[in-house]
């Protein structure tokens, strides 16, 4: 299947979904979520795929939501609204993959990549990965159903604190935490992957399958992510308030003298 920011490909029973823009760090903007969505909705129609890897090409896993057009001038609105709901939209086709997929994270791993790893089945990380969800210094709250997604994964106080603070945190904290399933150091990072890969691509698919929907409608009785089609909205709002501007451009002037 031929995209522009992503590759999908499958072999037999195992898929590969990866990010491609290592030259922006795979930071994912609209047309990325777009065909993340598009090739979730591929992979359903590969019956033969069992498993499939999400990861990212170069340095990183991914940067998240592509933050190029956060300028001190808010966009239109119906750019706001469509990208926005584009990445609610991705994170709901990966989570619903018949497949189980397995998020293999290395470099960083930011904001909107966390939401897209949440959505994942299983998550392997490198002991040298980095994750933050820097939304709120940005000046908007975290969207794309990320919220109801970490509260599932680690709980109301873990969320509010990550998400609130913005402060960064290691594959180790995250494992502990239950975010991740596994940490191993970096130059182990695809064997591991492997490994886990290969122990599920023993399995049956009609078990893989059962299981998956089991656990995501465990899930979804926990804690449903039906009402985050409203984020869009609240993330227009966010756009449109003078202080939450003024955040966004503090914190982009950070990222700038850091660089």
């Given amino acids: 299947m031929r995209f522009a920011t992503i590759e999908a490909r499958a072999g037999g029973a195992r898929g590969e979904l990866v990010l491609n823009r290592p030259d922006k760090l795979n930071a994912l903007d609209?047309?990325?979520l777009v065909e993340l969505a598009d090739a979730a909705r591929w992979f359903d129609r590969q019956p033969e795929v069992k498993v499939v890897v999400v990861s990212g090409n170069g340095s990183s896993f991914s940067a998240g939501?592509?933050?190029?057009?956060?300028?001190?001038?808010?966009?239109p609105p119906e750019q706001v609204h469509a990208r926005a709901d584009a990445g609610r939209l991705m994170a709901e086709a990966i989570e619903a993959m018949d497949a189980v997929t397995v998020a293999r994270i290395h470099g960083y791993c930011i904001g909107g990549a966390v939401v897209l790893a949440a959505a994942c089945d299983?998550?392997?990380?490198a002991?040298?990965?980095?994750?933050s969800i820097p939304e709120v210094d940005l000046g908007i709250p975290l969207a794309w159903g990320g919220i109801p997604r970490l509260v599932?994964?680690?709980?109301?106080?873990?969320?509010?604190?990550l998400v609130l603070t913005c402060r960064r945190f290691s594959a180790t904290e995250a494992r502990e935490l239950g975010l991740v399933n596994?940490?191993?150091p970096e130059q182990q990072l695809l064997d591991e992957t492997d490994e886990l890969v290969t122990q599920l691509l023993?399995?049956?698919?009609?078990?893989?399958?059962?299981?998956?929907?089991?656990?995501?409608?465990?899930?979804?009785?926990m804690l449903s992510t039906t009402s985050a089609w409203s984020d869009a909205d609240t993330l227009m709002t966010a756009l449109s308030d003078p202080e939450s501007r003024r955040s966004a451009e503090a914190y982009l002037r950070r990222m700038g003298d850091r660089a």
């Fill in 30 to 32: 609209h047309q990325a």
């Fill in 65 to 75: 939501a592509d933050v190029s057009g956060f300028a001190t001038e808010a966009p």
């Fill in 122 to 125: 299983l998550r392997v990380a």
């Fill in 127 to 131: 002991d040298s990965a980095v994750l």
């Fill in 152 to 161: 599932r994964e680690i709980g109301p106080a873990m969320t509010r604190e």
């Fill in 182 to 184: 596994r940490v191993v």
């Fill in 202 to 221: 023993q399995k049956s698919a009609l078990t893989l399958a059962a299981t998956k929907r089991a656990v995501r409608a465990a899930s979804e009785q």
